[in-house]
């Protein structure tokens, strides 16, 4: 060490090994603790930055907890009606088809009231991102069984968990999206490991890396916890997403490029 740096150097120079992405506000988060959210919010401002793409990128969120987005990145935000944000991005991106466009999408919103816009445009091939927040349930409305809730998953609407015969099968609607020809690049990953959050970082720079190539959707699941709704600590939820639902969600590339 030089004999002549002095404290606050060390701090600033050796020392930082971490610092907040210059695209974040600095609004204070309100995420449940152990919310995934505000992971997933650091990880798409620290690849904006990386990127250079501040002024050229154009996020949508719909409604739920993902809504909060536009109080803490610095980049252009349009908000759509539930469901709706694929219709909206297709319409930004044809229009802009230079800006990079993203969607910001709980599983409510992605797989249930939005199925045919999220459908439709895979389908079309649209040349955006989708990020996809999958916690099994609806988080902001109180909890209640979503598409994507696995059996014998405790909702507010199935207090019982989710009964297979009854309540039908739970949605594996990015497995779904990855058949159809506009979808150029599908992955799943999640970010309550500091390997997985790097993971999920290479993932989300690919998906907007690839609009420069116009080939199609990627469409990014990030399978996450509602640890408030789940009646869970963090810890607990973190543990019992991992015995639960990533069996049922497994990580990893569901389609990749041939190039790659």
Known sequence: MNANY??????????????????RTETIMKYCPGCGHGTMHNIIAEVIEELNIQSETIGICPVGCSVFMYEYLNIDM?????????????????????????TYQGDGDIAAIGTAETIHACNRGENFTVIFINNGIYGMTGGQMAPTT???????????????????????????????????YVTRQTVHTPANVRKTKKAIKKGFEYQKLNRGISFIEIVTTCNSNWKMTPVESNRWMEENMLPFYPLGDIKVPKED
């Open 6 to 23: 002095t404290i606050e150097d060390i701090i600033r120079k050796e020392n930082l090994v971490y610092k907040v992405s210059s695209i």
């Open 78 to 102: 349009q908000e759509a009606a539930h469901g709706r944000a694929p219709a909206l991005a297709t319409a930004i991106k044809r229009l802009m088809p230079e800006k990079f466009v993203f």
């Open 150 to 184: 696995i059996e014998k998953m405790v909702t507010t609407t199935c207090p019982f968990g989710r009964d297979i015969k009854k309540m039908g099968n739970p949605l594996k609607i990015t497995e779904l999206v990855a058949q159809l020809p506009g979808t150029y």
